[in-house]
Nanobody
Framework: QVQLVESGGGLVQAGDSLRLPCAASGRTFSTYRMGWFRQAPGKEREFVAAMTWMSGTTYYRDSVKGRFTITKENGKNMVHLQMNNLQPEDTAVYYC??????????????????WGQGTQVTVSS
């Protein structure tokens, strides 16, 4: 089992930036992919970004391409989501997650096995 802890959320204005760190502990050697999802009130949890751990290949949902960047800290079990030019539609609880199997659809929550508690990001217009 992998434990995940996110932080870095907050209230910002449109156009501002935030950086969300996620620290992983436990059976991190089994990590195939780490990702970020978000969930707005009344909506389903949606894919934001993911990184294949060994290769560093990254994937993004279309609406955040060019604004969000997922990175990892070499030597540490940490991943970050840098969010620039935030917009009100980015308002949601953001969750860090890990996939230890590697054969599911990276955009589906069911492909991931462990989740953090989430961190609130609110963007005012």
């Amino acid at each position: 089992q992998v434990q995940l802890v996110e932080s870095g959320g907050g209230l910002v204005q449109a156009g501002d930036s935030l950086r969300l760190p996620c620290a992983a502990s436990g059976r991190t050697f089994s990590t195939y992919r780490m990702g970020w999802f978000r969930q707005a009130p009344g909506k389903e949890r949606e894919f934001v970004a993911a990184m294949t751990w060994m290769s560093g290949t990254t994937y993004y949902r279309d609406s955040v391409k060019g604004r969000f960047t997922i990175t990892k800290e070499n030597g540490k079990n940490m991943v970050h989501l840098q969010m620039n030019n935030l917009q009100p539609e980015d308002t949601a609880v953001y969750y860090c997650t890990v996939d230890t199997r590697g054969f599911g659809d990276r955009t589906r929550p069911s492909s991931y096995s462990s989740w953090g508690q989430g961190t609130q990001v609110t963007v005012s217009s």
